[in-house]
């Protein structure tokens, strides 16, 4: 058996090929909870590209019962073993090893490797799971062949399924069957997968654009079948756009996603058999909302088309991750924009990129975890798998497309394809892939994968009257990281474009630039450290349009005045744009209310917002010509999380007051039009997901919140019939979470809720996590919900929707004074860490950005932080987030 030892850092620098590789792997599995047996063959033959000798099998938690090496029985003398490696020296250059091994799937908590959910058998193995389960050279560079064999009781476990296509099954003696699997295609086993239970399926025949019909089947536990359909839906749909976008076609005979409760991730892209989060999959109208089926749309869209851009074409090693993880998500990006078809759907979706960005990815680039796209070191790799790599990777692919155009990035995507079909590589394979295709030169765009942190654009102009120019000065720089001091400029797409006096798009004329004529857009490529850019031909001075769809991921400085942010938000063609200068008009009140705020104490009871900001706001609101789902993002002010990236010493009590007395004076000023938007925006009829009628509810719901920051009886009643009626779990939910915002007494419609709702494991998670959210909760309140019978540590999702949402998503009570949530947070970290590592180390990011706040906080901060870092045995996922905390 195996115990831990001291961490060690890996880095990119250090790679080295494979000692060895594996043509073949023949898997054989007979399945029991406590003892499943793994009898393992594999061939392997010396690397031509390597001169060791050494073959080295990864191994954790596994039982070695015995090794042969062709055919011959070894023994201890015969090879090394410690806590996480098996090796055999000096071995011949083609070897057949065939390997027992036992483990116990149902002590698994971790959920990596082969695990009981639920009494079912399911499997994870993407970073490092397949050690979990036998010795091999887990290594993403060693791809094989695989052919599995499952066995297992028939009455407890009669769905076996596993990677490619199945090619035998039957019954066995004494109650048992088997299912034999043969996956054509070579793959790294962290694409692996097996599944032993209980489950009914989806099934449908569907048939490619050449022709051939595939077999397409959804899984889930008995009672969740009438969940099932929107995913299959999507799944069709995800089959379809990528013949139709980039000619890529599903290679299999059949595709399988299964769904499982416990899981640690949104889901897995194993080869023809994708292992989802229930989360991403189930949905009916009457358990999931709005925002639920768009997450099933994309995730499902996410892990299909990792079939070709990760699967087909993988990663040379965990570095780079983002070769795989950044592009698919601009695909999935891509898709789900395209489903929605509007220009204004696409814009739409393109601002909640932009917003993730700005709540999740730009602190990541600013704290202790900062790393590049592709990081060059790491302890962990589970701990990598961030919005960086994930959300940044796919602005780093979605500016290959700015600067290349859609025809230009499709060259590019057919030529990756052309060469690294079947192939390990690395992320400039496919930079130069893109480069190669188009002529073009991108080395100094490399940047972007090497250099951590965001890049910040300042932007300067200046009108010539008389000549008729108007110039735009751009200067980059880029904030010092680990290991990382002095930053090389990068190679940015700024797409431009100028505003009249009267609102409209003036054609624009760059000097020295190729674009097409009247062009109202133009990307700038800013690859200096300050260009300018001139425009000729302006017969007025414009008020500029800058970044317009978000071109690249980085912070733009523009000394833009109040009227021009008006000009903005009232006219710019670009919706983005036009959503982001209603963020600055907001930002830059936001920010000096909190400052009054704190001048004050911490009272609200001098402060004023001004009436030009009001009526902006209501201008938005009430303009009938704007798609309901844009109105929606314009009226939501910047999260308590964006406001305090914008501080030196962050102050959370000041900064919720701060915005909740924005929120207050708008629902108080706007209430006429925020009553009659409510009205205007209802979707009778049966419910439907689409983009329409999801940002018709969007509004309306966002509406009702505003009215319920300090309600009346009229408004809270309002609150009160919409749960009361509401037809779907969108409606439903946003009633009740306005009401607990509110303050309002609402403990019937909590326990009405729950009870309604109990069986349904996904709602359960809501229920916990709108309490866990909402500013009136604190941590004792916290406390006494974990008390609940239906909560549980072990299952991520119900920990996360409890525990997470109150340090993530409640910042002024997790930020109380007295440090109780700080102590709190330490002693579920430790708990977490006995369990589920991978959970617990996403837990303990939570605080990894201590410095910024006041000093008060801070030291109560770090102590939580040095309990954590003193606790013996921590994990290596915990242990590096902690470290990397606590280190100057």
Known sequence: M???????????????????????????????????????????????????????????????????????LLGK?????????????????????????????????????????????????????????TFFPDRPDVMAKY????????????????????????????????????DPFKKPSYLFALVAARLVCQEETFTLADGRDVLLQVWVEEGNLDKTDYAMQSLKNSIRWDEERFNLELDLDRFMIVAVGDFNMGAMENKGLNIFNTKFVLANPRTATDIDYAGIEAVVGHEYFHNWTGNRVTCRDWFQLSLKEGLTVFRDQEFSADMIGTDTGRAVTRIDQVRTLRQAQFPEDAGPMSHPVRPDSFVEINNFYTVTVYEKGAEVVRMYQTLLGRDGFRKGMDLYFKRHDGQAVECDDFRAAMADANGRDLGQFERWYSQAGTPVVTARTRYDAVKRNFDIILSQRCAPSAGQQDKLPFHIPVAVGLLGASGQDLPLTLEGGKHAKGATTIVLELTEQEQIFRFRNVDERPTPSILRDFSAPVVLEYDYTDDELLHLFSHDSDPVNRWEAGQRLAMERLLKLTAQ?????????????????????????????LDAAFRELAL???????????????????????????????????????????????????????????????????????????????????????????????????????????????????????????GEALVVDKWFAMQAAAPTTNVAAVRQLMAHPAFTLKNPNRARSLIFNFTNANPSQFHAADGSAYDFWAEHVIKLDAINPQVAARLARAMDRWRRYAPALQAKMKQALEKVAARAKLSNDVLEVISKALAN
Not at 112 to 133: D, H, K, M, P, W
Not at 177 to 182: C, G, I, L, V
Request: glycine residues 6%.
């Open 2 to 72: 195996r115990t831990d030892s001291s961490p060690q850092t890996i880095f990119r620098k250090d790679y080295t090929p494979p000692a060895f590789l594996v043509d073949t792997v023949e898997l054989g599995f007979d399945l029991h909870p406590e003892r499943t047996i793994v009898a393992n063959r594999i061939t392997l033959r010396q690397n031509p590209a390597s001169k060791r000798r050494d073959i080295v099998l990864h191994g954790e938690d596994i039982e070695l019962v015995q090794l042969r090496m062709n055919g011959q």
């Open 77 to 133: 003398d015969d090879y090394l073993l410690d806590h996480a490696t098996l090796t055999i020296k000096k071995a011949p250059a083609q070897v057949v090893l065939e390997i027992e091994t036992l483990c116990a799937p149902v002590q698994n908590t971790t959920l990596s490797g082969l695990y009981v959910s639920n009494g079912n058998f399911f499997t994870q193995c993407e970073a490092e799971g397949f050690r979990r389960i």
């Open 147 to 182: 052919t599995v064999m499952l066995r297992a009781d028939k009455a407890s476990y009669p769905v076996l399924l596993s990677n490619g296509n199945l090619i035998e099954q039957g019954d066995l003696d004494d109650g048992r069957h088997y299912a034999k699997w043969e």
């Open 597 to 625: 705020v704190a001048a004050a104490g911490g009272s609200d009871a001098n402060l004023k917002l001004d009436p030009t900001f009001i009526n902006a706001q209501r201008a938005v609101l009430t303009d009938e010509t």
């Open 636 to 758: 939501i002010l910047p999260s308590e999380t964006i406001i305090a990236e914008q501080m030196d010493v962050v102050d959370p009590q000041a900064i919720h007051t701060a915005r909740q007395f924005m929120r207050r004076t708008i629902g108080a000023a706007l209430k006429e039009e925020l009553i009659a938007q409510y009205h205007a925006n209802q979707t009778p009829g049966d419910y439907s997901p689409d983009a329409l009628s999801a940002g018709k509810r969007a509004l309306k719901n966002l509406c009702l919140s505003y009215l319920m920051v300090a309600p009346d009886m009229a408004e809270l009643k309002l609150a009160q019939q919409q749960f009361e009626k509401a037809g779907n779990m969108t409606d439903r939910s946003a009633a009740l979470v306005a009401m607990i915002h509110s303050g309002a007494a609402t403990g019937p419609y909590l326990q009405n809720f729950y009870e309604d709702f109990e």
